[in-house]
């Protein structure tokens, strides 16, 4: 199972810890916000991530298990008739 980070914008003070615990996943913007990508988070970063998610002051990140192992599938609709 996939495990993915997740901010919450609104809770989020832009301290920049999360960045500096983890700077392999999480960049800030101009204004020190966070910003990750959405992929999954590799195994061998797993425990830095949760002491990411634990340091964050504001509690904005979270480590969520995701069970999709990759982007979203394309669905092709059948235009045939019967």
Known sequence: ???????????????????????????????GYPVIDGRPVPAQLVDLAHRAVADCPRRALTLVE??????????????SRR
């Not at 832009?14 to 700077?23: R, T």
């Not at 995701?66 to 235009?79: E, F, I, Y």
């Open 1 to 31: 199972m996939n495990r993915r980070l997740r901010v919450d914008p609104i809770a989020c003070d832009a301290f920049g810890y999360c960045a500096e615990l983890l700077p392999e996943l999480i960049t800030l913007d101009e204004w």
């Open 66 to 79: 995701d069970s999709r192992s990759g982007p979203p599938a394309k669905v092709k609709l059948s235009t």
